[in-house]
Protein backbone atom coordinates (compact mmCIF):
# COMPACT_ATOMS: atom_id res chain seq x y z
CA UNK A 1 0.00 0.00 0.00
CA UNK A 2 0.87 3.34 -0.98
CA UNK A 3 1.95 6.05 2.03
CA UNK A 4 0.26 8.58 -0.15
CA UNK A 5 -1.97 8.46 -3.34
CA UNK A 6 -3.08 11.08 -5.14
CA UNK A 7 -6.50 11.43 -7.27
CA UNK A 8 -8.94 14.11 -8.71
CA UNK A 9 -5.63 15.10 -11.88
CA UNK A 10 -7.21 15.76 -15.29
CA UNK A 11 -7.75 18.38 -18.43
CA UNK A 12 -9.43 21.14 -17.26
CA UNK A 13 -10.15 24.27 -19.53
CA UNK A 14 -8.73 27.47 -18.55
CA UNK A 15 -10.98 29.35 -16.21
CA UNK A 16 -11.82 26.20 -14.43
CA UNK A 17 -11.59 24.08 -11.32
CA UNK A 18 -10.62 20.79 -10.14
CA UNK A 19 -9.94 19.25 -6.68
CA UNK A 20 -7.23 17.11 -6.11
CA UNK A 21 -7.21 14.07 -3.23
CA UNK A 22 -4.29 12.92 -1.08
CA UNK A 23 -5.40 10.36 1.03
CA UNK A 24 -2.27 9.08 3.38
CA UNK A 25 -2.01 5.55 4.78
CA UNK A 26 0.33 5.74 7.58
CA UNK A 27 -0.61 6.38 10.95
CA UNK A 28 1.86 9.49 10.79
CA UNK A 29 -0.32 11.35 8.83
CA UNK A 30 -2.85 13.16 11.66
CA UNK A 31 0.37 14.10 13.20
CA UNK A 32 2.31 15.49 10.26
CA UNK A 33 1.71 18.49 8.02
CA UNK A 34 0.81 18.07 4.70
CA UNK A 35 1.92 19.82 1.50
CA UNK A 36 1.18 19.84 -2.43
CA UNK A 37 4.14 20.50 -4.44
CA UNK A 38 3.97 20.32 -8.11
CA UNK A 39 6.28 19.65 -11.66
CA UNK A 40 6.19 21.24 -14.96
CA UNK A 41 8.24 19.88 -17.62
CA UNK A 42 11.19 21.02 -17.76
CA UNK A 43 11.07 22.77 -14.25
CA UNK A 44 12.17 21.83 -10.97
CA UNK A 45 9.64 20.78 -8.59
CA UNK A 46 8.13 23.92 -6.52
CA UNK A 47 6.09 23.98 -3.65
CA UNK A 48 2.48 24.79 -4.13
CA UNK A 49 0.73 24.86 -0.57
CA UNK A 50 0.69 23.24 2.83
CA UNK A 51 -0.72 22.79 6.35
CA UNK A 52 -0.13 22.08 9.67
CA UNK A 53 -0.76 19.02 11.59
CA UNK A 54 -3.91 21.20 13.35
CA UNK A 55 -5.08 22.81 10.10
CA UNK A 56 -4.11 26.14 10.95
CA UNK A 57 -1.53 28.54 9.42
CA UNK A 58 -1.82 27.24 5.91
CA UNK A 59 0.73 28.52 3.28
CA UNK A 60 0.72 29.13 -0.32
CA UNK A 61 2.88 29.77 -3.44
CA UNK A 62 2.17 33.16 -4.39
CA UNK A 63 1.62 31.78 -7.99
CA UNK A 64 -1.87 30.20 -5.94
CA UNK A 65 -2.82 32.28 -3.33
CA UNK A 66 -6.26 33.47 -3.62
CA UNK A 67 -6.93 30.73 -6.00
CA UNK A 68 -6.38 27.34 -4.34
CA UNK A 69 -7.36 25.98 -0.88
CA UNK A 70 -5.67 23.64 1.14
CA UNK A 71 -7.42 21.66 3.41
CA UNK A 72 -7.11 18.27 5.45
CA UNK A 73 -9.85 15.70 7.11
CA UNK A 74 -7.59 14.05 9.58
CA UNK A 75 -10.13 11.49 10.36
CA UNK A 76 -9.89 9.78 6.66
CA UNK A 77 -6.38 11.04 6.30
CA UNK A 78 -6.97 13.01 3.62
CA UNK A 79 -5.65 16.41 2.09
CA UNK A 80 -7.39 18.24 -0.68
CA UNK A 81 -6.22 20.86 -3.05
CA UNK A 82 -9.01 23.12 -4.17
CA UNK A 83 -7.88 24.83 -7.83
CA UNK A 84 -9.77 27.81 -8.99
CA UNK A 85 -9.11 29.70 -11.99
CA UNK A 86 -6.82 27.73 -13.22
CA UNK A 87 -4.38 28.76 -15.67
CA UNK A 88 -2.38 27.48 -18.49
CA UNK A 89 0.92 27.57 -16.27
CA UNK A 90 -0.93 25.47 -13.46
CA UNK A 91 -0.32 22.70 -16.19
CA UNK A 92 2.06 19.96 -13.86
CA UNK A 93 1.92 17.01 -11.92
CA UNK A 94 1.22 17.38 -8.76
CA UNK A 95 2.67 15.41 -6.09
CA UNK A 96 1.03 15.20 -2.18
CA UNK A 97 3.98 14.97 0.55
CA UNK A 98 4.03 14.60 4.55
CA UNK A 99 6.51 16.11 6.21
CA UNK A 100 8.36 14.44 9.05
CA UNK A 101 7.01 17.08 12.02
CA UNK A 102 3.75 18.93 12.90
CA UNK A 103 5.16 21.72 11.03
CA UNK A 104 6.41 22.52 8.16
CA UNK A 105 10.11 20.54 7.55
CA UNK A 106 11.90 18.06 6.00
CA UNK A 107 9.97 15.94 3.19
CA UNK A 108 9.27 12.88 5.05
CA UNK A 109 7.37 10.69 2.37
CA UNK A 110 6.23 11.65 -1.46
CA UNK A 111 2.98 10.44 -3.44
CA UNK A 112 3.13 9.48 -7.21
CA UNK A 113 1.63 12.38 -8.56
CA UNK A 114 -1.65 13.48 -10.41
CA UNK A 115 -1.49 14.75 -13.87
CA UNK A 116 -3.50 18.93 -14.20
CA UNK A 117 -3.80 19.88 -17.58
CA UNK A 118 -5.07 23.26 -18.36
CA UNK A 119 -6.16 23.93 -21.79
CA UNK A 120 -6.86 27.56 -23.66
Known amino acids: QLPLAESGGGQVQAGGSLRLSCVGSEDMFSISAMGWFRQAPGKEREFVAG????????RYADSVRGRFTISRENAEKTVYLQMNSLELDDTAMYYCARYGDRYFGLIAAWGQGTQVTVSS
Open 51 to 58: ITADSDEP
